[in-house]
């Protein structure tokens, strides 16, 4: 059971920067891929990155391609996702899911954190 705990959401204007950091509670979290997902308030949860167990490989949706960036570091049990140039269409709460699969589909997820709110304000 892999446990994550997402941090870092809050207020900001847009065009500015916010970088999201995912903790996982075991040292296995180098088995997992990791991904960030988000849903907006009245919508389906969307994929936004995922990274490959190594970091060796990424994904981005378009919308968020050349604004976001996915990373990780597995002797840290922890990854990030770095948001710069945000936009209000970006606000919704941030999720960070693990797979064991390479997927960037919310049904390939093995685990998922709570959430954590980013609100972009224009």
């Given at each position: 059971?892999?446990?994550?705990?997402?941090?870092?959401?809050?207020?900001?204007?847009?065009?500015?920067?916010?970088?999201?950091?995912?903790?996982?509670?075991?040292?296995?979290?180098?088995?997992?891929?990791?991904?960030?997902?988000?849903?907006?308030?009245?919508?389906?949860?969307?994929?936004?990155?995922?990274?490959?167990?190594?970091?060796?490989?990424?994904?981005?949706?378009?919308?968020?391609k050349g604004r976001f960036t996915i990373s990780r570091d597995n002797a840290e049990n922890t990854g990030w996702?770095?948001?710069?140039?945000?936009?209000?269409?970006?606000?919704?709460?941030?999720?960070?899911?693990?797979?064991?699969?390479?997927?960037?589909?919310?049904?390939?997820m093995d685990y998922w954190g709570k959430g954590t709110l980013v609100t972009v304000s224009s």
């Amino acid at each position: 059971q892999v446990q994550l705990v997402e941090s870092g959401g809050g207020l900001v204007q847009a065009g500015g920067s916010l970088r999201l950091s995912c903790a996982a509670s075991e040292r296995t979290f180098g088995d997992y891929a990791m991904a960030w997902f988000r849903q907006a308030p009245g919508k389906e949860r969307d994929f936004v990155a995922v990274i490959s167990w190594m970091g060796g490989d990424t994904r981005y949706a378009d919308s968020v391609k050349g604004r976001f960036t996915i990373s990780r570091d597995n002797a840290e049990n922890t990854g990030w996702l770095q948001m710069n140039s945000l936009k209000p269409e970006d606000t919704a709460v941030y999720y960070c899911a693990a797979a064991k699969s390479f997927s960037w589909s919310a049904i390939g997820m093995d685990y998922w954190g709570k959430g954590t709110l980013v609100t972009v304000s224009s």
